[in-house]
């Protein structure tokens, strides 16, 4: 009996080692063996929204698989190795060429022979598509995103043939804000011929269908492998219209605590991390093996917000109080450890070509001035209020602290308040606090986009609830030049800032460098007005 | 004054079978009586006593104090029931709240059911105590600290500080030493030739019972197998079980009375 | 042999030590001096513990004891500060969850086995608070922090709601033992109330693990308020309380800079074991 | 025949049967719950982007959130019954996909843990029982007297600073594996074991250089709390007549020992249970920490984006894993002890 079993069981363990054998394993131990270069990420937990219709999605997953007509160029800065975004041109990408008619309405884009993931060649109809899904979709935020530059995609877009698609826009002085939104995640060009083929009943713009089928777009990867909120391997295309990335493999891991990805960095287990702190980001730049890059003039900056709908800071004496009552110096150096830049109290970005600063208010930490402004508003004690801030965002958290010892000799008694992540959103546009500080990083840094993204007429972005006819005026009539890089121009937005900083309905207080860190191994990185890593960029340092 | 007419319990058991603890029964209990229960664990004893103090309701029959079902008994009534009746347990380790003094539960039953001052109710329970020849410097202590004779005592004194009419001694000197036994015994007889009192006396040993007892009621499996005098049911057992039960008795006490 | 109260036993000797004076010092030591520190906080603290005093991550020095936290704060006048606060919302807890968790402990422990109306409220309760159990604290507290909105007392509040089925459950185990020992039926022999039952007996004998577990819950109060902390849902700063004090500094801990997190974790340390030594020495039956 | 197979069997039949009844409730109570967070989904879809008050609208209704409150639980208990989690409202994505990948990762590290955890605890209780004066006895003692001193995030920071940071014995803390391998092929959807199936020895060293500390971690956090039950209910089982006589008369130690774990037993397996419960929620912060995608990372994330849908699909699987678990043990009970079960009337010595 014995005997008799223990042939089948031989067999059968053979046969068992024999499968386990032969299986194929995914990972071999030496991974050099494959000639393949390969990038590891590091991210905070941000979504791994997979089109931008969707609502929440990751701008950076979206600009590694997906294309827009035009880009902002990538231009050195003065740190060596890295590069960063010229925001103010535009160059050909998807669109191999454009051009502006004399009256600076018609923009006529002529489209090059990109073929997306799908393997599908670009034509006009997958950029008509495009837009009309964006204004379509029941979740997407163009409409509001991008009025007053598209309001009407059916009428403003024309098809003149396969390969040309023309946009009209209504006053000539929107045309840079124009190009830089064509430009921006907002403006991806999908591959309609992939897209149209899976619509259905329940998803007529195939929204549904694009979350978990990332590759339908012209952009230069596409993701082979993911699980939502953990990771994705993203693979070079050969067939990108501007040739094949450097990096074959990317892949990106989401580790959502801020410590937990410093110190992987640190150890060297990573190739570039990002949403560092400040204070782990300067931490980081001591640390030989990394970058980490500076850039002239970052777009992403702490702004306080006064409530201008109730007291106390209805009063404009209180705010002007309170712009007495900033310690500027301490926050950029406590919070952000001298990693972010003030460039005076303006709001405009002091690069832009044909900027004028001249006269501007300034803003400076002066308690005595703001207890007189205080007592002649009518707080000779000085007052107490709310400040507001996300308890997601220790920068802001950490900003309060600062701002709350260095106003109370300034007669502010400021009482900090957290609230999360999803309240806070919900309540600043609800505008129903007395203060509260945020971060703002627009994508277009053209001056009048700039100017309007807090200030907007009924906009949830105008947090301060501060509407002045005479701001929108002068706003409007900059929007009137049609060079928008001349002096003439820069005149113009100097009245509109003026008045802006006159009012105080809210105060920037820094500009902050990017919390992203690179190895040594890593050459190509470029910082982005949307601060996402451009991945067909990098390339492996011999 | 206590009667049970064809009173039984019974209970679900594991797997919601049915167990019969105590089978149909009668028995009447008058003050001045002295009946002996005897059987050994699991005979119904404990049941009985249950029963017969309103602990639990029969699942069939009916206990009857002055002709009001016991377990049915409130206020005035169910007080005079307490007064008359009292239990002198077995388990003196639990039956006695740990975290009060001694002090505190003989008083208890002389505070609520015969309704004394706080005062007058420390009196009694030192008469009480002086009567039983305890220390009453005992009575502050907690359970766990005096010893188990002592402990018994205390539940003596718990038990007669209402003067009950009838008392039921169940298991009571079981867990005890021998020599504490005879003490124990002979204040049970002292207290019923003092007071008239009936004794209900329930236990598994036949010569304490035997002791204590006229009448003597033979347990076995939930059943009454016997009853009648101490001598009839001791040299004249009419039931098998009884007799094996007696046997050994009388052989005891004929080695011990031989050896004297 | 007599009849001896003590059954000899292979339990550790030391459980049965009463405490004695010299047994004393160690477990009142350490409270007498959280007791102080809080009375007399600000006194103690040599810098504001909200403002902001020096340069942010300090290491220790001569003047600045503890070093300073991520905002530039002093972490030893915080520390200081941040007793007072720390013992409000761990008694608040510890409290809330025992006086709410006893009463419904009593009250299904007693009921459940009973029929008619009580027996099924008691048995639906039961049920309730394993429903309610089944659920991680940490998102329960998210939810309702979320909710209420974030202060000392809300903070306290939650923290002990969240500890009640813990405290209901330990009080419930204990009625169903008590309810079976034989010194209920001599009460109630004794002629005591159904009240009376309840009051003196069940609710002595039947509360007191609730109250030596009491002590473990002021350390969980504050270990969930430092976990909600993390989470990004604490206290605003610069409130001086332990918890938050270690979340805020537990990103700068990772990358070396210990100070801002262990001074407040070790305080912590410290209040939780001695309250549970107190519980243990004094609340312990035997 | 079947009546009585009924009676004898319905002490675990009607246990079973109410478990979905049960479930039911409390998936109305987490309707409420959830919806005590603030945050408007609509307003976190749209981003820093305008809406009109129309789009408003359409998202709203899109999301399932328009109509009265009555509404909105008819739909949600509708969707319950058919066992339709729906979409999460912020990423679009299946909430019941999320759930079916996440929670096995969870269970199996709040698995793992939970056996080591119990077997140290034993071990060590078991240790101090028979030498109480011994100094890891009195570390024992101290131990669980420090239970919820320390909080869990503590230990994995800690953890991660001596563990990888100084010493690099601990891989680094980006996730389940490194980042770039490929994951197992799913047979059974737990990644370990997955990993362990599959013939992948790099994917299961990288496993097990990730795992260790995060369990360890889990371990030390909960050892304590488990230590304080365990030890009072051994020192019962000690003090027990039974036990006594047996260390009375002098029978081997082993003998004395497992006699001492029966008696324990039913104290010890209600505290799996708890355990269990507790690791799943103390998962949380460690997933957080350790950037493992699971069910907690899952709640904390949804409840920063207010996403009612994926946070009410969240705290119902947990219950009902924590309920399943609650069954077991209390049909475990009842087996090892009867008269645990409803029903029966327990007599004292009749």
Known sequence: MVRRLAKPMAVAVAAALLVSACAESANTADASTDEETSVTILQADIGMGLIKEAGANNTEFLGATQATLVRKPYVESGQDGVFEQDPFTYEGYLAESYEVSDDGLVYTFHLSDAVSAAGNELTADDVLWSFELKFGADTSTAPGAMSPVITDPATQFTKIDDKTVSITIASPGLGTTLLSMLADALAFVYDSTEMQANVSADDPYAIAWAQENPNYGFGP????????????????????????????????????DAGSRASTIRAGDADIVEGLSPTDAADLASVDT???????????????????????????????????????????????????????????????????????????????????????????????????????????????????????????DVQIETVPGADFHTGRYAKIWQALLSVQAPWALTPIYTLNLLTGVDSQNNMSDWEDPEFYEALAASAEVIDQSSAEAGAAWNVAETRLLEEVPFIQIAQVQPGIAISERIAGYAWRTDNTVDYAHLSINE | MITAKAAAKQYRGRDNTVVHALNPLDLVIEPGDRVGIIGESGSGKSTLVRLLLGLETPSAGSILYQDGEVSQLSGDRLRQFRRDVQLVGQDTTSSFDPLRSLRDAVRRPALEILGLTVAEADAAVDEVLASLAVDPELSSRRPSQVSGGQRQRFAIARALIVSPRILICDESVSALDVSVQGAVLNEFKDFAERSGAGIVFVSHGVPATAFLSDRLVVMHGGDVVEQGDVSQVVNRPKHPYTARLMGAYRKLSADESSAA | MTTATTPPTAAPATRRRLPGSASMVPVVAPLVLLLLVAALGPLLAPYSPIDVVAAPDQPPSTQHWFGTDIYGLDVF??????????????????????????????????????????????????????????????????????????????????????????????????????????????????????????????????????????????????????????????????????????????????????????????????????FSNLAHQYLRRR | MIARLWRSQRWWIQRVALLPVHLFLFAIAVFFLVRLIPGDPVLIIAGSDDLTADQYERIEVLLGLSGSLWHQLMVFLGRVVTLDLGRSLIDGQDVQEQIAWRLPATIEIALIAMVIAIAVTLLLCIFAMLHPHNPVARFAAFYARSAGAIPDFVLGVAGILVFYTVLGWAAAPTGRYDAGLRPAPRTTGFPFLDALLSSDT??????????????????????????????????????????????????????????????????MVTMCGQLFGFLLGGAVIIEQLFAIPGMGQYAVQAVGRADFLALQAFLLTVAACVLVVFLIVDLVNMTLDPRRRPGVMVEGNA
Not at chain 1, 227 to 252: H, Q
Not at chain 1, 385 to 395: G, I, M, P, Y
Not at chain 3, 143 to 161: D, H, M, P, Q
Not at chain 4, 238 to 256: K, Q, W
Request: hydrophobic share 50%.
């Open chain 1, 221 to 256: 990867y596409e993701i082979t492998d993911w699980e939502v909120g953990s990771y994705a391997r993203f693979e070079a295309r050969d067939n990108w219209i501007l040739g094949t990335p450097e990096v074959d493999v990317v892949n990106v891991q989401v580790v959502p």
């Open chain 4, 202 to 267: 790099v994917l299961l060293s990288s496993m097990l250089a990730h795992l260790w500390l995060p369990v360890l971690v889990l371990v030390v956090g909960s050892a304590p709390t488990i230590m304080k039950v365990l030890q009072r209910s051994i020192e019962h089982a000690v003090d027990d007549e039974a036990t006594l006589f047996r260390i009375a008369s002098g029978v081997p130690r082993h003998v004395v020992i497992v006699s001492v774990l029966r008696r324990a037993s039913p104290t």
């Open chain 1, 290 to 412: 990394l970058i980490v890059p500076t850039v002239s003039s970052p777009n992403t900056s702490q702004v306080l917000s006064l409530v201008t709908n109730k007291a106390p800071f209805d009063n404009l004496l209180v705010r002007q109080a309170m712009s007495r009552a900033i310690p500027f110096e301490d926050i950029i150096s406590n919070v952000y450890q001298d990693r972010a830049v003030r460039t005076g109290s303006g709001i405009v970005f002091t690069n832009t070509p044909g900027y004028d600063a001249a006269g501007l208010p300034e803003y400076e930490y002066d308690p005595e001035t703001a207890r007189a402004l205080l007592a002649e508003a009518g707080y000779p004690d000085g007052l107490s209020f709310t400040l507001t801030v996300s308890a997601a965002d220790a920068e802001s958290q950490a900003t309060a602290v600062q701002i709350q010892t260095a106003a109370r000799p300034a007669g502010f």
């Open chain 3, 77 to 274: 006048s915080r520390v200081i500060a941040a007793t007072r606060n720390d013992l409000v919302v761990g008694l608040v807890a510890a409290l809330l969850a025992t006086v709410i968790g006893v009463g419904v402990g009593l009250f299904t422990g007693t009921n459940e086995s009973r029929g008619g109306v009580p027996g099924s409220v008691a048995r639906g309760v039961t049920r309730g608070l394993d429903l309610f159990d089944a659920l991680p604290q940490i998102v329960v507290g998210l939810v309702l922090l979320a909710f209420f909105g974030r202060n000392l007392l809300t903070l306290s509040v939650v923290c002990g709601l969240l500890m009640v089925p813990t405290q209901a459950r330990v009080v419930r185990t204990e009625v169903l033992r008590v309810r079976r020992e034989a010194y209920l039926e001599s009460a109630r022999l004794s002629g005591e109330s159904e009240r009376g039952l309840l009051l003196r007996h069940m609710l002595p004998n039947s509360t007191w693990p609730a109250l030596e577990n009491a002590s473990y819950i002021f350390g969980v109060a504050v270990t969930v308020a430092a976990g909600l902390g993390f989470l990004g849902v604490g206290l605003p700063p610069p409130t001086p309380e332990w918890g938050a004090m270690i979340a805020d500094g537990a990103t700068a801990a990772s990358a070396g800079r210990w100070w801002s997190s262990l001074f407040p974790c070790l305080a912590l340390a410290v209040t939780v074991i001695a």
